[in-house]
């Protein structure tokens, strides 16, 4: 199905105008700033805006994406960036195309669009946020230790972006986070807009749609550069929580270790009974 030709506000220039992909300043394949002074692709842009389109319901199966000669005429970039783009949709399970018909969103896709609030995990991020300031310790694109590439399921010394922070209460400080995201969607991370906002909530922010978490608690003791930012003594315990963050295809895209001062954070979960057990089994409340 034809859609309109005319040059979206994605990519612009500094004074607001819209930008062809041969005006960009730091050529094809960026077009903004990126994590750690970078640049973010230009095809990773075409991808998230894409994503969002796509996890809208814009484009619901039976009807076909756009033609690559239609989203290159529309969003002012080439067809390569635009292949590049639709490969990575693809890659991720959000699309498939068949010869002759077109280009299609998987219909799993949209059936499980309706579960990504993990009972009431964006919210509790969010309420966090909301009473907590950040102190920035280090934003910078880091080599994957085997931890890292372990729960980001990526080769080990790949590429990731490392995001430090100190969160504070008016009282002082109450957790050390450390949180590492893989790439591509790393580059949708701008060190000087991230602000007091979690990496999850920029994340959902830019059309990353998140449906399942995996955490873990464990208590650990404060090490030197902890201690000191948390102001407690070397050694005293912390609560060590970590958490794995995947997309809508089961992709993992963030991994955090939070440290909490136990005197400052208490970590709640609902449960109910489930009905008719025996002896009683307990799962989290919706």
């Known amino acids: 199905m034809p859609i309109q030709t005319l040059r979206t506000p994605l990519f612009v220039t500094d004074a607001g105008e819209p930008r062809s992909e041969s005006q960009s300043?730091?050529?094809?394949?960026?077009?903004?700033?990126?994590?750690?002074?970078?640049?973010?692709?230009?095809?990773?842009?075409?991808?998230?805006?894409?994503?969002?389109?796509?996890?809208?319901?814009?484009?619901?199966?039976?009807?076909?994406?756009?033609?690559?000669?239609?989203?290159?005429?529309?969003?002012?970039?080439?067809?390569?960036?635009?292949?590049?783009?639709?490969?990575l949709l693809e890659e991720q399970g959000l699309i498939w195309r068949q010869r002759g018909r077109g280009t299609f969103v998987n219909d799993a896709v949209l059936s499980g669009s309706d579960r990504s609030n993990f009972g009431g995990l964006m919210e509790n991020i969010n309420d966090f946020q909301l009473v907590t300031t950040v102190q920035p310790i280090r934003i910078a694109t880091v080599a994957a230790n085997a931890e890292v590439a372990r729960r980001l399921e990526v080769a080990g010394g790949s590429d990731?972006?490392?995001?430090?922070?100190?969160?504070?209460?008016?009282?002082?400080?109450?957790?050390?986070v450390t949180c590492h995201v893989r790439f591509p969607e790393a580059a949708i991370i701008d060190p000087d807009r991230l602000g007091n906002r979690p990496v999850l909530?920029?994340?959902?922010?830019?059309?990353?749609?998140?449906d399942r978490v995996e955490q873990g608690l464990s208590a650990v003791n404060a090490a030197?550069?902890?201690?000191?930012?948390?102001?407690?003594?070397?050694?005293?315990?912390?609560?060590s929580m970590w958490r794995v963050v995947r997309d809508t295809v089961g992709r993992p895209v963030e991994f955090i270790r939070s440290l909490y001062r136990p005197d400052r954070y208490e970590y709640r979960v609902a449960l109910s009974r489930h009905a008719g057990s025996t002896p009683p089994r307990w799962v989290p409340l919706d």
Do not use: C
Not at 81 to 86: F, L, N
């Open 25 to 87: 300043p730091a050529g094809p394949q960026s077009s903004a700033a990126g994590p750690a002074g970078g640049e973010i692709p230009l095809y990773y842009r075409l991808y998230a805006a894409l994503r969002e389109k796509i996890m809208a319901g814009v484009w619901p199966p039976p009807r076909p994406l756009p033609t690559e000669a239609e989203l290159s005429a529309f969003y002012g970039v080439s067809r390569v960036t635009v292949r590049r783009a639709m490969a």
């Open 201 to 210: 909530a920029a994340l959902e922010a830019a059309g990353i749609r998140v």
């Open 224 to 239: 030197g550069e902890v201690a000191d930012r948390l102001e407690v003594p070397v050694g005293a315990a912390l609560i």
């Open 160 to 176: 990731v972006l490392q995001v430090v922070r100190v969160r504070h209460r008016p009282d002082g400080p109450i957790s050390h």
